[in-house]
């Protein structure tokens, strides 16, 4: 039912129509609370994301892309205040007992699912899918989600298993941080 691939360049337009449904400046007020993305992205951003790392994975139905899933090293998102703050904050964590670093760990997310297929186990299908590339080059998964976005929450938690290893608070903004064994699979 779903085709699930490592993202060319070629699929960045799609790919940014689908995230501008869901991003937090442009989705619609009767949407939001079904989930929100935060991170703004450029197609450059997008193409690094794919070229340099080969972290951008979606899941087609019918030919369209109707979720994917980002997930980089630390280098990558650097660039991002707000995860330059979560990297001088890796070593105070510790998780499979390891201190987290920029070398055992990256950054998962966002994730967006179209509300046509929400429901019907392709969040599952692109964690896993993504989980198990990523799962080559490192031993943990570290995201984080607003907890203004309890649909995300649960879903990250209920359905996939991941952990919440502390709270913080950033930009005026309260969030979890979350983590997951790469080495599981759903």
């Not at 979560?86 to 760990?105: A, C, D, F, R, W």
């Amino acid at each position: 039912m779903f085709e699930l691939k490592i993202a060319t360049v070629q699929d960045i337009e799609e790919i940014l129509e689908l995230h501008s449904r869901y991003q937090v400046d442009t989705i619609s007020e009767e949407d939001k609370k079904d989930g929100f993305i935060t991170t703004a992205f450029t197609k450059e951003q997008l193409s690094l994301l794919i070229k340099g790392e080969q972290g951008l994975f979606i899941a087609k139905k019918d030919e369209k892309i109707v979720a994917y899933v980002m997930a980089a090293s630390w280098a990558y998102w650097s660039a991002w205040p707000m995860f330059a703050y979560m990297i001088k904050e890796l070593p105070k964590l510790e998780y499979l007992g390891q201190t987290l670093s920029v070398n055992n760990s990256y950054q998962y997310g966002p994730v967006c699912v179209d509300k046509s297929v929400r429901g019907s186990g392709v969040l599952e299908l692109i964690f896993d899918f993504a989980r198990k590339e990523m799962a080559k080059k490192y031993p943990i998964l570290v995201t984080f989600i607003n907890k203004i976005n309890p649909r995300s929450f649960e879903a990250h938690t209920k359905k996939l298993g991941l952990e919440v290893i502390k709270e913080f608070e950033y930009n005026n903004n309260n969030y979890y941080e979350l983590v997951y064994d790469t080495s599981k699979s759903l």
